[in-house]
Antibody, heavy 118, light 111 residues
Framework: EVQLVESGGGLVQPGGSLRLSCSASGFTFSSYAMHWVRQAPGKGLESVSV????????YYVDSVKGRFTISRDNSKNTLYLQMTSLRAEDTAVYYC???????????WGQGTLVTVSS | QSVLTQPPSVSGAPGQRVTISCTRSSSYVGAIYDVHWYQQLPGTAPKLLIYANDNRPSGVPDRFSGSKSGTSASLAITGLRAEDEADYYCQSFDGSLSAWVFGGGTKVTVL
């Protein structure tokens, strides 16, 4: 069974840091580009970062550039999102998502909640 | 403002047909790529509902159908059921932004 399980969310103060992890199983992890998609409370979906299958290429939405770093360890089938200089507007559920070659998202994790508040 | 515009809400009685539009915002230029649709039931992660405009993944009932024409796409739900009450999102790739983008979401209410 294809599965994605996120961890690492929690409460952090503004300006703080957090690292999210996503453990993948049931498929050849290195063959897929992976995204972090977030959803603020009561709001819609936003793809904030993506990394290619081999990790050579990354992309960030403007609002997180310079603050978030996406990475992956294909030997451990794990995706990461290092978040620094966190702001209140980063408060959201963060989903780890597998993207197909056809550019749709076919597998989603259960999500991990990040709350930035003093 | 989202690149893709959806109505905030639609509603229908059980058994009826409802449609959700997904239109490229006039503020952006160029065609949209293939459109995909996701269903998000309350308190759960989104789930792929339609991919590449009009294709259903295995397990998705044929009550759900998608279409695309030019810079617009639509999701139709026929024979509306109580369990269809959810948020629905369209998604595509924006070549001018080089970004994967979502519509703002549409809440479907079964009356």
């Amino acid at each position: 069974e294809v599965q994605l399980v996120e961890s690492g969310g929690g409460l952090v103060q503004p300006g703080g840091s957090l690292r999210l992890s996503c453990s993948a199983s049931g498929f050849t992890f290195s063959s897929y580009a992976m995204h972090w998609v977030r959803q603020a409370p009561g709001k819609g979906l936003e793809s904030v970062s993506v990394i290619s299958g081999n990790g050579d290429s990354t992309y960030y939405v403007d609002s997180v550039k310079g603050r978030f770093t996406i990475s992956r360890d294909n030997s451990k089938n794990t995706l990461y999102l290092q978040m620094t200089s966190l702001r209140a507007e980063d408060t959201a559920v963060y989903y780890c998502v597998r993207r197909t070659t056809g550019w749709w998202f076919d597998t989603w994790g259960q999500g991990t909640l990040v709350t930035v508040s003093s | 403002q989202s690149v893709l515009t959806q109505p905030p809400s639609v509603s229908g009685a059980p058994g009826q047909r409802v449609t959700i539009s997904c239109t490229r915002s006039s503020s952006y230029v160029g065609a949209i790529y293939d459109v995909h649709w996701y269903q998000q039931l309350p308190g759960t992660a989104p789930k792929l509902l339609i991919y590449a405009n009009d294709n259903r993944p295995s397990g998705v009932p044929d009550r759900f159908s998608g279409s695309k024409s030019g810079t617009s796409a639509s999701l139709a739900i026929t024979g509306l059921r109580a369990e269809d009450e959810a948020d629905y999102y369209c998604q595509s790739f924006d070549g001018s932004l080089s970004a994967w983008v979502f519509g703002g979401g549409t809440k479907v209410t079964v009356l």
